[in-house]
């Protein structure tokens, strides 16, 4: 057996291997992760905000389209002006029926005394805009509005109207 000899006495001597500092050791672990696990939930909770915040805009902005289209059509209606208003449907709607059958078919319930536009239902597959219909002659409806989106403007129009 050989054994290794030691290190010669002497000034600038240096071991081969120092041994490992160990004082700290513990709180440079935990500030470490401490700092990344702070970094990491400001990163993921900005994400989760900024999504909420996103789609609440959206649908703020989807309401307010809604609102404009569905209310320039039953205002047209409620004035009686009938062809602005079979013209600002989708023409899915105006290839199925001709403006006089649009005119009869709108016509038999009565003219409109007043309309209440609710907010998009955004859960649903079709965007469906709820409107409470109160006529002259006293009697009410509640209605669906059918929205679609024109191809070439993108803007919304009706495309039908459910009971």
């Known amino acids: 057996m050989t054994t290794v000899p030691a290190p010669p006495p002497g000034p600038g001597v240096i071991p081969p291997f120092p041994a490992p500092p160990t004082e700290g050791r513990g709180v440079r672990i935990g500030l470490g992760l401490g700092i990344g696990g702070a970094a990491l939930l400001l990163v993921c909770g900005g994400g989760v905000?900024?999504?909420?915040?996103?789609?609440?805009?959206?649908?703020?902005?989807?309401?307010?389209?809604?609102?404009?289209?569905?209310?320039?059509?039953?205002?047209?209606?409620?004035?009686?002006?009938?062809?602005?208003?079979?013209r600002s449907q989708c023409q899915e709607v105006k290839d199925r029926q001709t403006e006089a059958q649009f005119?009869?078919?709108?016509?038999?319930?009565?003219?409109?005394?007043?309309?209440?536009?609710?907010?998009?239902?955004?859960?649903?597959?079709?965007l469906a805009v709820p409107v409470r219909v109160t006529y002259t002659g006293g009697g009410s409806a509640d209605v669906h509005v059918?929205?679609?989106?024109?191809?070439?403007?993108g803007k919304f129009q009706v495309c039908g109207i459910e009971e």
């Open 103 to 126: 005119m009869q078919r709108i016509t038999s319930t009565g003219p409109i005394a007043s309309y209440a536009v609710g907010n998009v239902d955004l859960t649903s597959v079709e």
């Open 49 to 86: 905000a900024a999504a909420v915040g996103l789609v609440s805009v959206m649908g703020r902005a989807l309401n307010e389209q809604a609102h404009v289209v569905v209310g320039v059509f039953f205002a047209a209606v409620k004035a009686q002006r009938y062809t602005e208003a079979y």
């Open 146 to 153: 059918l929205l679609g989106q024109d191809r070439e403007t």
